[in-house]
């Protein structure tokens, strides 16, 4: 020990006299001595190199040092002492073992990153003989990296196609989605467009939080966006400083047993990628450095336990064995591995506190650039492309059902079948998402049978009926799962349901990729979960000794989770008493419902002729009448209603849009009838409901019933210009439309022109943040100017100039008895300005304008200030954020002298210095009515801000 202490002491006074002479001179390889060169950056080496492993290997391999050699020096007491004895081995071997010595760092640069620099530094490069030495990469971190990689690689590279049992690339059916980023308040506060920005540091909800939540309605798209994620990070196309990938599926952790504990380290090596060697020595790594580990969580809202979050104990452990689900749970915590990223997704309306979130993500789905490029990957030729986006354009609704990534797949792959039988235009019978599922269904029963579809009428009743107890089967299976918030399957519950092979091969089943606990048992799960919920309401309908009181239970249990109108459900003599589990959600009984509404149709009568008892499928049809009928009714009744602008407005519940979802997939009149005289508000409110473009033909199929007028405000959901053209049948009934953020495009703009000019009854139109242009401007001019009962237009945020500008001014100029523009946020200049000028001048009734942020400098504003002259009405004017300076500043000092109705004048971060601020203050005293000129955000400085007294009206 003494004897390798002076060894130790010797070796650091030499590397001190290397490091001095580093700072007096730099070789470098021109030098052309390698042993010279390892001697000069003595320091630097011994300090960077982390792993003498991959050195010694290497060298034996190609016999530059003896084994007994290697094991000496593997003898040293410290890294750095190891490092010191292989540099004194090499240096002793002469120049070339020297240069492959450089070689090996060079080519291991994975093991090694801290001397790129260095190795740039003295401009190596390999000479043609070295260059032909391989070197073998032996740090066993780096291997495992390298099987993530590859495991991950393999397991993303293909999507499997359930209808013809064959796998298609990744990238050939990958289709981005619309991304937006959302604050702790669900407000929208911009939009993802390259995966990297998901780990961003921007719109962050909570710095001290890890996980980055990402929410989106059932088929949307959050399985598939995670498959990209890892496939990109296998090929080192994503997260660079991310070295570890581990993905799981929430799933597997409710599948473990109540007594079942691992541990961290069995959790990521065990159920993920196990290392091939030295596992511990891994594991180390990784809680050495959590800043590299990614977790994709797939399916939080699968995940189901008894009791409340707060109630988990907390593990900081990663050695101590517990419970699988509350080693999850810490681990999005931050208490294990803290400092590493979890990318964590569930459907819609699941919550996660908001201590463990560090971004919140919603997935809205195809916008129609998406679905064009979606179906140029499913459609290879161009012919066929335009033959499906023409009938697709013809049945808006059927095109709304195609921004939900798994439905588009499904009407895509009918497509497919139907062009290959001539019969494509049998499609576009089927507007309801039940007739596309059971289309669906026929298409996969056909495949079977390997025969095409028969074009007589009874095609699909015979298909059925022929494949009726494999159908029964299956829906047995589905609803026992679906009762008991079940989604995977084992070996032992198939064999009870009576699943056969044949029946997998049907494609509607499949192997779930997943450890069930034991791994040693095959699970599975339905190809998706609103596969299972259709074949839970199929069985429902279907089977006999179902009541049509026990069919109805599904609705109960909906009206349950939301916790709605409970005292409606007890005078039905349902049981209210349950208990929710804590990250348990109900979109599995809502599309179970909404299928039952489908089937139970009118439509649907035929069809289920063939495959049960026409009085019990009758009895089950009119009970769900009533019962729909009574719950749009008690929906309403119970929230309550505020007057806002003369209206009577209700903010109706998220649950409400499944309401009417299932009156329009009954396809009822009558009941779409009855639920429209349940409307008792004249203002319905529907702001974050995530409602996507199909439900505006549901929302429409109700209105169109009602009598009276109504106001329809939808602003913050995912509506576009399908969602407008699904609108048409209820716009005769619409006095208020709102559409903000919302993707309305100027051809949403172009169908809301033609169809409110026609009834003219329009009062207030909002289409504040979508994507209009000037082009669509020309319509909203239209608007204003052919319904004279217009009178608020909110187009703020949108993609306005001042060609725009000029044309909404003109229009409101002819509109009388126009009260109110929000233009904020676009860039109608100065031109746009003057414009407004104009139309400010004389105008009789209008009472508030907003042109903040709209780039107007000086010019603008002195026209603007010189109308304000002219004009008895404006009552509030909004000027904030543009570039006005104190030569329009007097002009509106001067307005404000004359102008005796101005009450709010708001001239914030604008570059207004203190000697226009003294002109608005001196006019200010000359006139007792204006309430307050607010100059906020303006160049004027403390100091000066003291020299304007304490007029409570000048807010500086």
């Known amino acids: 020990m003494v004897e390798a202490y002076d060894s130790s002491v010797q070796d650091a006074k030499m590397d001190g006299a290397c490091q001095l002479g580093s700072q007096q001179q730099m070789p470098s390889i021109s030098a052309h001595s390698f042993t010279k060169l390892l001697k000069f950056h003595r320091e630097i080496l011994v300090g960077r190199i982390t792993n003498t492993e991959c050195v010694l290997n290497n060298l034996l391999k190609h016999k530059y040092i003896s084994r007994e050699e290697a094991e000496l020096s593997q003898q040293q007491p410290t890294q750095a002492a190891k490092v010191r004895q292989i540099l004194d081995l090499v240096q ?177 090596f065990k159920y993920n990628c196990y290392p091939d060697k030295d596992a511990d020595e891994i594991f180390s790594y990784i809680r050495q450095h959590p800043a590299t580990v990614l977790f994709t969580l797939d399916g939080f809202d699968e995940l189901h336990m008894d009791g409340d979050l707060n109630d988990i104990p907390d593990i900081s452990s990663p050695f101590e064995p517990t419970h699988p689900v509350v080693l999850l749970l810490n681990l999005l915590r931050g208490k294990l591995l803290k400092g590493s990223i979890k990318l964590l997704t569930a459907r819609t309306g699941t919550d996660l506190p908001l201590r463990m979130v560090r971004k919140r993500v919603t997935l809205k789905g195809f916008s129609k650039e998406h679905l064009r490029g979606y179906l140029k990957k499913c459609f290879k030729n161009k012919a066929d492309q335009s033959l499906v986006l023409t009938q697709l354009e013809a049945n808006p609704h059927l095109c709304s059902l195609c921004s939900v990534p798994l439905f588009c797949w499904i009407i895509f792959k009918c497509y497919e079948h139907f062009q290959s039988t001539s019969s494509s235009q049998r499609l576009l019978d089927h507007i309801t998402l039940t007739g596309i599922y059971l289309l669906m269904l026929e298409v996969f029963l056909n495949h079977s049978t390997k025969r095409g579809l028969n074009k007589q009428s009874n095609s699909q009743k015979e298909t059925f009926k022929a494949k009726k107890c494999v159908l029964m089967r299956l829906g047995t299976l589905a609803r026992r799962g679906i009762e008991n918030n079940n989604f995977i399957f084992s070996q032992e519950q198939m064999t009870e349901a009576n699943i056969s092979d044949e029946d997998l091969k049907l494609g509607f089943i499949k192997t779930a990729c997943h450890y069930d606990g034991c791994g040693n048992q095959s699970t599975y799960e339905f190809l998706h979960l609103t596969l299972q919920s259709f074949f839970t309401a199929f069985v429902l309908v279907v089977d006999e000794e179902i009541s049509a009181r026990e069919a109805i239970k599904f609705f109960a249990k909906c009206d349950r989770h939301m916790k709605v109108n409970t005292l409606l459900l007890r005078c039905m003599g349902y049981n209210m008493n349950h208990r929710k589990e804590t990250f348990e959600t109900n979109e599995h009984l809502q599309f179970t419902t909404l299928f039952l509404c489908g089937l139970l149709s009118k439509a649907k009568r035929d069809l289920f002729k063939q495959l049960s008892s026409t009085g019990g499928v009758q009895r089950k049809r009119s009970a769900l009448k009533t019962y729909l009928a009574d719950r749009v009714k008690a929906h309403l009744k119970h929230l309550p209603s505020s007057p806002y602008q003369g209206f009577c407005r209700v903010q109706v519940l998220p649950q409400f849009i499944w309401l009417v979802r299932y009156i329009f997939e009954t396809q009822s009149e009558a009941v779409a009838n009855l639920a429209a005289k349940g409307i008792c508000a004249d203002y319905i409110k529907l702001t974050f ?122 229009a409101i100029k002819k509109n009388k008895g126009f009260r109110d523009i929000g233009m904020w946020g676009n860039q109608i200049g100065d031109l746009g300005a003057v414009a407004f000028a104009e139309a400010l001048r004389n105008h009789p009734s209008i009472q508030e304008i907003s042109l903040a942020a709209n780039g107007i400098s000086t010019v603008g504003g002195k026209s603007l200030a010189a109308a304000l002259k002219d004009n008895s009405s404006l009552e509030i004017f909004w000027l904030t954020e543009n570039r006005l300076t104190d030569e329009a500043a007097i002009m509106f000092a001067e307005a404000v002298r004359v102008n005796k109705k101005l009450l709010h004048l708001w001239l914030i971060n604008n570059k207004i210095t203190a000697v226009g601020a003294n002109y608005l203050l001196e006019a200010l005293n000359e006139n007792t009515t204006i309430q307050e000129i607010c100059l906020n955000g303006n160049t004027i400085s403390a100091e000066e801000a003291k020299t304007f007294g304490n007029e409570k009206r000048f807010i500086l």
């Open 92 to 268: 002793s071997k002469g120049e070339e073992t020297a240069e492959y010595f450089l070689h090996i760092l060079y080519q291991a640069n994975e093991i090694y990153p801290d001397l790129g620099p260095w190795l740039k530094d003295i401009q190596y490069q390999p000479s043609e003989h070295i260059q032909a030495k391989s070197v073998i990469i032996t740090d066993n971190v780096l291997q495992y990296i390298r099987k993530i990689r590859q495991d991950l690689r393999q397991d993303t590279r293909f999507v499997t196609s359930y209808v013809r049992k064959e796998d298609i690339l990744l990238e050939d059916t990958y289709t981005e989605t619309i991304m937006e980023v959302i604050n702790a308040v669900n407000e929208i506060k911009g939009t993802i467009t390259h995966l990297e920005d998901l780990f961003s540091n921007t719109e962050i909800i909570n710095e001290d939080a890890e996980t980055v939540f990402v929410t989106g309605d059932a088929g949307v798209g959050k399985t598939i966006l995670l498959q990209r994620l890892q496939n990109l990070w296998s090929k080192g196309e994503l997260c660079a400083d991310i070295k570890f990938f581990f993905k799981f599926r929430c799933r597997m952790f409710s599948s473990f047993k109540e007594e079942d504990k691992i541990s961290l380290r069995d959790l990521l």
């Open 689 to 810: 409901c995530n409602a996507f473009s199909a439900d505006c033909s549901a929302i429409a199929n109700i209105l169109r019933h009602r009598k009276m007028s109504i106001a329809l405000e939808l602003d913050n959901n995912n509506i576009n210009d399908y969602g407008v053209k699904e609108l048409i049948p209820c716009f005769h009934k619409l006095t208020v439309v709102r559409l903000s953020v919302n993707q309305v495009t100027d051809d949403g703009v172009k169908v809301l022109a033609e169809e409110l000019t026609k009834y003219k009854i329009i009062k207030f139109l909002g289409l504040y943040w979508n994507q209009i242009t000037d082009v669509g401007a020309q319509d909203v001019a239209r608007i204003i100017e052919e319904c004279p009962s217009l009178h608020t237009l909110k187009i703020g945020l949108n993609k306005l100039t001042s060609q725009g500008g000029k044309l909404l001014a003109q």
